[in-house]
Antibody
Framework: EVQLVTSGGGVVRPGGSLRLSCAASGFRFEEFGLSWVRQVPGKGLEWVSGINFNGGSVGYGDSVKGRFTISRDNAKNSLYLQMSSLRSEDTAFYFC??????????????WGQGTLVTVSS | EVVLTQSPGTLSLSPGETATLSCRASQNLGINYLAWYQQRPGQAPRLLIYGATTRATDIPDRFRGGGSGTDFTLSINRLEPQDFGVYYCQHYGSSDVTFGGGTRVEI
């Protein structure tokens, strides 16, 4: 069974940093691209970042470019999102997801449970 | 950046009816890199359709994607109670990924 378990959410002050992790199991991790998608409670979905199967290609949404960094460790079956210079508008549930192929921008066919990041003083 | 506009905002229907959801892109999507997701309350999204018309694994044929260029539709035939939720379209281009604002389907 495919599982994506997200961790690392919490409360952080504006300007602070936080690192999210996503532990994957149940599939050949190194063959699939991965994404981070966020959702303000009660609002719509926003693509945050994507990474291809080997980490050689990454992409970011305009609102996080230059502040967030996506990475993966295929030896540990793990995906990460390093978030810095956090703003109140970054407050949201963050989902990690598996893309349906090895591309960084492909649709996501499996999703984790989401972790809440709250940026507040 | 491609902007996706979904309509209507809310659709109120009864079981057995057909829902037709629209997604309009701000520019021609060319190779139809357009996907649809369902999100039920408190759950993560579920991929329904990719490539504008191809159903994802285990998605029943009651769900049908159509359209090309700038205008796309998702049709849900013979609505069932578990079909309620919010539906999002998504463009997945070579340089960016964007979501539409969503259509809420109330059963």
């Amino acid at each position: 069974e495919v599982q994506l378990v997200t961790s690392g959410g919490g409360v952080v002050r504006p300007g602070g940093s936080l690192r999210l992790s996503c532990a994957a199991s149940g599939f050949r991790f190194e063959e699939f691209g991965l994404s981070w998608v966020r959702q303000v409670p009660g609002k719509g979905l926003e693509w945050v970042s994507g990474i291809n199967f080997n980490g050689g290609s990454v992409g970011y949404g305009d609102s996080v470019k230059g502040r967030f960094t996506i990475s993966r460790d295929n030896a540990k079956n793990s995906l990460y999102l390093q978030m810095s210079s956090l703003r109140s508008e970054d407050t949201a549930f963050y989902f990690c997801s598996r893309n349906f192929n090895g591309g960084r921008n492909s649709p996501s066919d499996r999703w984790g449970q989401g972790t809440l990041v709250t940026v507040s003083s | 950046e491609v902007v996706l506009t979904q309509s209507p905002g809310t659709l109120s229907l009864s079981p057995g009816e057909t829902a037709t959801l629209s997604c309009r892109a701000s520019q021609n999507l060319g190779i139809n890199y357009l996907a649809w997701y369902q999100q039920r309350p408190g759950q993560a999204p579920r991929l329904l359709i990719y490539g504008a018309t191809t159903r994802a694994t285990d998605i029943p044929d009651r769900f049908r994607g159509g359209g090309s260029g700038t205008d796309f539709t998702l049709s849900i035939n013979r609505l069932e109670p578990q079909d309620f939720g919010v539906y999002y379209c998504q463009h997945y281009g070579s340089s960016d990924v964007t979501f539409g604002g969503g259509t809420r389907v109330e059963i």
